[in-house]
């Protein structure tokens, strides 16, 4: 079975520290995605990576870096968490034109 | 830009009621096109997908039919279950593999 872990389900965090979101997918895909989902608004994609040390901004990518040092770990940065960033948060990987296995979310609340 | 419309919910039906939930799309070129589904507290699976013109995908008894001359995805079920109470997405990918979602639809099913 695909697996894609992230660190947290939940995290609590205080205006302006930085958080690292982390993902982990066991299945050598190449593609790795992170999404942020928002009650009316869907998925919106802040950064993905096709490759190694490899990334490409989003649709929403503002406030936000990521890091992606192996194959398999994909990680999400807010440099300077704010409460607009309160949020649902999605890690995806596929193989390039394939389906994307999504973990189960990190629900992270700044306040 | 692309962009996936699916209709507001939330939907509330009871058990054995058929379901249709509308989903268009505006896109430049041929996009594939993608059902995923969350169920509480999980991440998104994939649910269906067509990758052409009239192609129709299909899944525990869930399908959908990709019409180009109406651009539109519903995705529709006979007979539904109280499992079934999910949040359901419709999206599409062209080219880089990059996902555009629908705003979501939230299924509830009463026994």
């Known amino acids: 079975d695909v697996k894609v872990t992230q660190s947290s389900r939940y995290l609590v965090k205080r205006t302006g520290e930085k958080v690292f979101l982390e993902c982990v997918q066991d299945m050598d895909h190449e593609n790795m995605f992170w999404y942020r989902q928002d009650p009316g608004l869907g998925l919106r994609l802040i950064y993905f990576s096709y490759d190694v040390k490899m990334k490409e901004k989003g649709d929403i990518p503002e406030g936000y870096s990521v890091s992606r040092e192996k194959k398999e770990r994909f990680s999400l940065i807010l440099e300077s968490a704010s409460t607009n960033q309160t949020s649902m948060y999605l890690c995806?990987?596929?193989?390039?034109?394939?389906?994307?296995?999504f973990g189960p979310g990190t629900r992270l609340t700044v306040t | 830009g692309d962009s996936v419309t699916q209709m507001e919910g939330p939907v509330t039906l009871s058990e054995e009621a058929f379901l249709t939930i509308n989903c268009t799309y505006t896109?430049?070129?041929?996009?594939?096109l993608f059902w995923y589904v969350q169920y509480p507290g999980e991440g998104l699976q994939l649910l269906l997908k067509a990758t052409k013109a009239d192609d129709k995908g299909s899944n525990k008894g869930f399908e959908a039919t990709y019409r180009k001359e109406t651009t539109s995805f519903h995705l529709e079920k006979g007979s539904v279950q109280v499992s079934d109470s999910a949040v359901y997405f419709c999206?599409?990918?062209?080219?880089?593999?990059?996902?555009?979602f629908g705003q979501g639809t939230r299924l509830t099913i009463n026994p």
């Open positions: 896109a430049t070129g041929y996009p594939s």
């Open positions: 995806a990987s596929s193989f390039p034109k394939l389906e994307q296995y």
């Open positions: 999206a599409l990918s062209q080219g880089a593999q990059k996902l555009v």
